[in-house]
């Protein structure tokens, strides 16, 4: 509400001469991306052209000549943007392209259009809800409601979700790309054009020539430069003032171990996209995990993953027992045993999952065994995922995550079309920059993962980052200063195992 203009303005915020305090501020320049973004799908434009159609056919004679003009013009938008994707899907070839707004609409002849005018028009006469509502209205007392029709939204809502995809396109070249994706194979909500926001400064200027102060806080803000030469490349620098403080935990309490290589092997690990399907990658990462972690740490384990896809990779190879030569020092008969079974013996495993419903009930019966006193307890062990729902928000404090393990690190796919269109513009502010946006994307996710350890003044962990890319030292600037004061590098397990056992008992 605070950062979009119009909510701001319909319920009254005043920001004149306020002081504006933001928590979680590194989150800033994505909230505001994604609330100026927009997308339509198949389906959206087919029921935006059907309640037009009906709403035109119902009340063409009584609508004066401006009125009619503006629903006509906006039914050819609306069919121009509905014929363009269907055509590209009777294609039966998947296609993802990226087009400035000025590609965009003269590759559908839209060129001469002035959406200024239309969207105003829109806005005024409170076009989306008479059509929209009118169309909800027709289609039920046909008995075609939303509750059977196989199409999922309202008219009402994709009527909307069009709307706002037309006011984007008032924005320029500089602002943002268009994506078209297109795969046949999928239903009609998943073929769609998007508008992607690049450039969030002119919303936040808004909020800044009005506010007498901005305050933004937040624990991985860095790289700063990135920060504010996204959100206010038009301040000089004497009107930004940088406050950093150390962490209120003593750095006693923070145990930061780099695991750059595997100990069977002895050779580098990197999770990187060619090498993390790798088997030898598997392997060691189970024989850290279950000789080490699990075995040394009492109480709850939190493992992060970069995606949920290798994840699921990761627990699909462990439960396809490629024992036949276990590696164990366990007396468990490894030869009846997947590494899954043999791990989750040792430590009950939970892995989180999509659902948010579902998500609240692992977390709770993984709380119930990570913190659970009765004697012979093991603890347990949670699977979760960098920038998911855990990741974020939840406090593992206490016996909740007596040891965070970061596997890898979560570069996003630099083959994406849409992330390398977002480095290119961010590189024509300041060469370099794209690069930097690149790598805060991925450290922001690390940042906030570990984080989830520590929620407190009087409690303690043991951070285990899993990758040799760790040890550089560009990474590890990247990093909190409270995770980098106190950080051991294990190149062996008597090393891991020493530093962990000193660690657990001066705690």
């Given at each position: 509400?605070?950062?979009?203009?119009?909510?701001?303005?319909?319920?009254?915020?005043?920001?004149?001469?306020?002081?504006?305090?933001?928590?979680?501020?590194?989150?800033?320049?994505?909230?505001?991306?994604?609330?100026?973004?927009?997308?339509?799908?198949?389906?959206?434009?087919?029921?935006?052209?059907?309640?037009?159609?009906?709403?035109?056919?119902?009340?063409?004679?009584?609508?004066?000549?401006?009125?009619?003009?503006?629903l006509?013009?906006?039914?050819?938008?609306?069919?121009?943007?509905?014929?363009?994707?269907?055509?590209?899907?009777?294609?039966?070839?998947?296609?993802?392209?990226?087009?400035?707004?000025?590609?965009?609409?003269?590759?559908?002849?839209?060129?001469?259009?002035?959406?200024?005018?239309?969207?105003?028009?829109?806005?005024?006469?409170?076009?989306?809800?008479?059509?929209?509502?009118?169309?909800?209205?027709?289609?039920?007392?046909?008995?075609?409601?939303?509750?059977?029709?196989?199409?999922?939204?309202?008219?009402?809502?994709?009527?909307?979700?069009?709307?706002?995809?037309?006011?984007?396109?008032?924005?320029?070249?500089?602002?943002?790309?268009?994506?078209?994706?297109?795969?046949?194979?999928?239903?009609?909500?998943?073929?769609?054009?998007?508008?992607?926001?690049?450039?969030?400064?002119?919303?936040?200027?808004?909020?800044?020539?009005?506010?007498?102060?901005?305050?933004?806080?937040?624990?991985?803000?860095?790289?700063?430069?990135?920060?504010?030469?996204?959100?206010?490349?038009?301040?000089?620098?004497?009107?930004?003032?940088?406050?950093?403080c150390?962490?209120?935990?003593?750095?006693?309490?923070?145990?930061?171990l780099?695991?750059?290589?595997?100990?069977?092997?002895?050779?580098?690990?990197?999770?990187?996209?060619?090498?993390?399907h790798?088997?030898?990658?598997?392997?060691?990462?189970?024989?850290?995990?279950?000789?080490?972690?699990?075995?040394?740490?009492?109480?709850?384990?939190?493992?992060?993953?970069?995606?949920?896809?290798?994840?699921?990779?990761?627990?699909?190879?462990?439960?396809?027992?490629?024992?036949?030569?276990?590696?164990?020092?366990?007396?468990?008969?490894?030869?009846?045993?997947?590494?899954?079974?043999?791990?989750?013996?040792?430590?009950?495993?939970?892995?989180?999952?999509?659902?948010?419903?579902?998500?609240?009930?692992?977390?709770?019966?993984?709380?119930?065994?990570?913190?659970?006193?009765?004697?012979?307890?093991?603890?347990?062990?949670?699977?979760?995922?960098?920038?998911?729902k855990?990741s974020?928000?939840?406090?593992?404090?206490?016996?909740?995550?007596?040891?965070?393990?970061?596997?890898?690190?979560?570069?996003?796919?630099?083959?994406d079309?849409?992330?390398q269109?977002?480095?290119?513009?961010?590189?024509?502010?300041?060469?370099?920059?794209?690069?930097?946006?690149?790598?805060?994307?991925?450290m922001?996710?690390?940042?906030?993962?570990?984080?989830?350890?520590?929620?407190?003044?009087?409690?303690?962990?043991?951070?285990?980052?899993?990758?040799?890319?760790?040890?550089?030292?560009?990474?590890?600037?990247?990093?909190?200063?409270?995770?980098?004061?106190?950080?051991?590098?294990?190149?062996?397990?008597?090393?891991l195992?020493?530093?962990?056992?000193?660690?657990?008992?001066?705690?």
């Amino acid at each position: 509400m605070l950062f979009h203009e119009d909510l701001r303005s319909s319920i009254g915020i005043d920001l004149d001469n306020r002081i504006i305090i933001i928590d979680e501020a590194h989150n800033v320049v994505e909230a505001i991306n994604q609330l100026y973004s927009s997308e339509i799908s198949l389906e959206y434009l087919q029921q935006t052209h059907t309640s037009l159609q009906s709403y035109i056919s119902r009340f063409q004679l009584m609508l004066h000549g401006k009125n009619l003009y503006y629903l006509n013009l906006l039914q050819s938008i609306v069919y121009k943007l509905l014929q363009y994707l269907q055509k590209l899907s009777s294609s039966h070839i998947q296609s993802s392209c990226i087009f400035t707004t000025n590609e965009f609409l003269f590759e559908l002849k839209l060129d001469n259009i002035n959406f200024l005018k239309l969207c105003k028009y829109i806005t005024i006469t409170n076009l989306e809800n008479r059509v929209g509502g009118y169309a909800d209205h027709y289609h039920q007392r046909r008995n075609i409601s939303n509750a059977t029709s196989p199409m999922a939204s309202t008219y009402i809502q994709s009527l909307r979700n069009v709307i706002k995809f037309l006011q984007c396109l008032m924005r320029t070249d500089v602002d943002g790309r268009i994506n078209v994706h297109v795969n046949p194979s999928e239903d009609l909500s998943s073929k769609m054009i998007k508008f992607i926001l690049f450039n969030p400064s002119k919303h936040f200027k808004m909020i800044l020539d009005q506010a007498q102060h901005v305050l933004l806080l937040g624990g991985t803000m860095k790289p700063f430069h990135l920060l504010t030469s996204t959100l206010f490349p038009h301040l000089s620098e004497d009107m930004i003032q940088i406050f950093s403080c150390d962490h209120v935990v003593a750095s006693s309490h923070v145990n930061t171990l780099i695991v750059p290589q595997g100990f069977q092997s002895m050779r580098p690990i990197e999770f990187t996209h060619e090498k993390r399907h790798q088997s030898d990658t598997l392997n060691e990462l189970f024989h850290i995990l279950y000789e080490y972690i699990a075995k040394l740490i009492e109480h709850g384990v939190v493992v992060f993953f970069s995606s949920y896809a290798y994840m699921e990779l990761v627990v699909d190879y462990w439960k396809m027992n490629p024992n036949s030569n276990p590696n164990s020092n366990s007396n468990l008969d490894a030869a009846k045993l997947s590494y899954f079974d043999m791990l989750h013996m040792r430590k009950p495993i939970f892995l989180e999952p999509k659902s948010t419903l579902e998500g609240e009930r692992v977390l709770e019966r993984y709380s119930q065994y990570a913190t659970s006193k009765l004697p012979h307890s093991k603890g347990a062990m949670l699977l979760c995922v960098m920038g998911g729902k855990l990741s974020e928000g939840i406090n593992f404090s206490d016996d909740l995550a007596r040891c965070v393990v970061v596997v890898g690190l979560p570069y996003p796919d630099i083959r994406d079309m849409i992330l390398q269109e977002r480095m290119k513009y961010a590189d024509s502010k300041q060469i370099g920059n794209g690069r930097k946006l690149y790598e805060s994307l991925c450290m922001k996710q690390v940042n906030q993962s570990i984080g989830r350890s520590i929620r407190h003044k009087q409690d303690y962990a043991t951070i285990v980052l899993f990758d040799r890319r760790y040890e550089s030292n560009h990474v590890m600037d990247q990093l909190p200063s409270w995770i980098t004061r106190s950080i051991s590098i294990c190149r062996t397990s008597s090393e891991l195992t020493t530093n962990i056992t000193s660690f657990m008992h001066h705690e």
